[in-house]
């Protein structure tokens, strides 16, 4: 005889809503323009030139000048054709060059979706991209009026300099281009770029926003960290019981608090991103590594990670006592990965709940 269960369908129901809620936590819409983003950026060529340098030098993460060189590279042969750019060239060099400027503008906008809808590290120096976001600005125009000029989409004969100031002021003014032939097609290129250079504006306005809020407009670097600021924080925490603090440089709570080495040594560090400064110096960015042997740990369902400074080649394991090589055993930091399980540990833990959740994983502690 067959017994209905009158709680199997809602048992049902809860499974698929579990999943549905751990599939897309942040819901139908985003999650699927997130993933798709996500998986876009990966496979940008700017993306790939940064790991391909990454990879090369043997770091844990991209150096700086790696994302700028390769936009000068573009730069600078699109205003090296500027003088001399005309429809009437050889087909087996204009078109090629459209592709190659079409597949920059390409990139240069899925960057900016997944800055804006994916990205999840915050921005580390203002300055820094607020200029990169401005030469981008300058960069749209530059590429679409080649593009016009190529394929033979402007109106009246305009050409060369005079062509990409007409463009820079339509398009910076938020208007389309007035050099743009009528042609469908034509007008199909006007309107990408005035959707990518409007795009780009408001991410500079962002950076601005976000340089005045964090006060940056008047200094480049943070606070000197003193005694004074390390006892606070540790009265803070563990004398007040206050929740985990986030770290000033990446703002994620759990990984970031004042430490002590059991000596002289007083430092805050972020296990999260590596921002880390001792009382009287300036902040350093320290480098993620996981040695991995039998004795190495997991803490909140990733290997921990071994934090060494910049100029650190080797360390000795505190499980196994070998002498380990930085850089084989380098590894993406958190920050830098959206995919690292630490992104799913809680942000709104009180102090108890912090050392509860801790002490479960293995680690006693309020943070990481």
């Known amino acids: 005889m067959l017994i209905h269960n009158p709680n199997s369908g809602t048992d049902g129901n809860s499974r698929l809503a579990t999943w549905l809620t751990r599939r897309f936590p942040d819901g139908l819409y985003l999650s699927f323009l997130r993933n798709t983003l996500d998986r876009a ?42 003088p001399t750019a005309s429809s009437r060239l050889a087909a087996w060099v204009k078109w090629p060059l459209v592709a190659l400027f079409g597949i920059r503008l390409l990139d240069a906008f899925v960057f900016a979706l997944h800055w804006i809808f994916v990205a999840r590290d915050p921005v580390h120096a203002y300055r820094r991209s607020l200029a990169a976001f401005l030469v981008n600005v300058f960069e749209i125009p530059l590429y679409y009026g080649l593009i016009l000029l190529f394929t033979s989409c402007v109106a009246g004969g305009g050409a060369g300099w005079d062509l990409l100031y007409q463009n820079v002021r339509d398009l910076v003014s938020v208007s389309l281009p007035t050099a743009a032939a009528p042609a469908l097609s034509c007008q199909l290129i006007a309107h990408a770029a005035l959707l990518q250079e409007s795009a780009l504006l408001l991410l500079a306005l962002t950076v601005v926003v976000g340089m005045i809020s964090r006060g940056e407009m008047r200094n480049d670097h943070l606070e000197e960290y003193t005694v004074a600021d390390w006892a606070a924080d540790m009265a803070a925490l563990y004398l007040a019981r206050t929740s985990p603090p986030p770290c000033p440089r990446c703002a994620r709570r759990g ?17 999260f991103c590596g921002f880390s400064q001792t009382v009287g110096a300036n902040p350093i960015d320290l480098r993620p590594t996981v040695h991995g042997c039998t004795g190495w740990r997991h803490f909140a369902g990733a290997p921990y990670l071994w934090w060494v400074r910049p100029d650190e080649p080797t360390y000795e394991c505190e499980h196994c006592h070998a002498t380990v090589d930085v850089s084989r055993h380098l590894v993406a930091r958190p920050v830098d990965d959206p995919e690292h399980p630490w992104w799913q540990v809680r942000q709104d833990m009180s102090f108890d709940e912090s050392v509860a959740f801790w002490q479960a994983e293995g680690r006693p502690g309020v943070h990481l």
Do not use: I
């Not at 030139?49 to 991209?62: D, E, Q, Y």
């Not at 970031?256 to 972020?270: A, E, F, I, K, V």
């Open 41 to 82: 950026y990966r496979l940008s060529p700017g993306t790939l030139w940064n790991n391909a340098v990454k990879s090369r030098l043997a770091t844990g993460h991209t150096p700086r000048w790696a994302p700028e060189l390769y936009q000068l590279g573009f730069l600078v042969l699109a205003l090296a054709l500027v």
């Open 255 to 271: 990984f970031h608090g004042p430490r002590h080495d059991g000596q002289t040594r007083m430092y805050r560090l972020c296990k």
